[in-house]
């Protein structure tokens, strides 16, 4: 396993490096996993540590994905400290809530820039390396890619944009034997959503509408990410797979007068 995780210091980004790291070195015996953030920090130098301790070899590079001119510089660093790539994940991304009627022109294009452009220049600077071992690329979207989400400025926008680009680059990749699959994470416990769930009472209702009963911990979509681009999801492709714990399609249950299941 050749892997690289742009946005991986924390949350599900860090869940993800150390998950394909544990099922690289179980599959295989071997794995490299070249881990990004916009900036050298002390979690993703504990991220790396964590790779280490899984018996696999990290590799660290930093950049701005949302700089026009870094996803390029990532995946040709990627490259060549692991010697080619089977797996790419996009997953770096970024929040500005707002409503779209007074929403600003910077905050729209800054959205764009990291959470669509980026995953997009990236592909293009990886393409060749997959394509040489028939690898696997994944970004990580959102339920707020498929449904809307009012308030959330350019997020949902920035979100189904990045769905679209993976379903067309699986239709212009396939022939080449590269799959591109998005992961749709519902809501996830993470370091950038702690403060929601410090209120208990907010954090009981969360759990209380999603049909499994319980809010997502990132570990749930590095579980999904891992088998997208192991051999097990060989002929999956152009799918938004949503793991959600159900949330998304249960709009049902919550119509007034509807009969119960229990």
Known sequence: ???????????????????????????SGFAQIVITARAPSPALTEVASG????????????????????????????????????????????TSPGPLATLSIESWERLFAVNTRGPWLLAQSVYEALRATKGSFVAVASMSGMFPHPG????SSTKAALIMMCQQLAQEWGPDGVRVNAVCPGMIRTPMTESIYADPAIAARRDEIVPLKRVGQPDDIARVVS??????????????????????????????????SR
């Open 227 to 260: 088998f997208l681009g192991s051999d097990d999801a060989r002929y999956v492709t152009g799918e938004a797979i949503r793991a959600d714990g159900g949330f998304s399609s249960s709009i049902l249950s919550y119509v007034p007068g509807l009969a119960k």
């Open 51 to 94: 790779i280490t301790r899984l018996g696999a070899q990290p590799h660290i590079v930093t950049g701005d994905i949302g700089d026009a001119t870094v996803p390029a510089r990532i995946g040709a660093e990627a490259i060549e400290a692991c010697g080619g790539l089977d797996l790419v994940v996009a997953n770096a991304g970024i």
């Open 1 to 27: 396993m050749k892997a690289l995780v742009v946005g991986a210091s924390r949350g599900i980004g860090a869940a993800i490096a150390l998950r394909l790291a544990k099922d690289g070195i179980a599959r």
């Open 152 to 155: 959330s400025g350019s997020y």
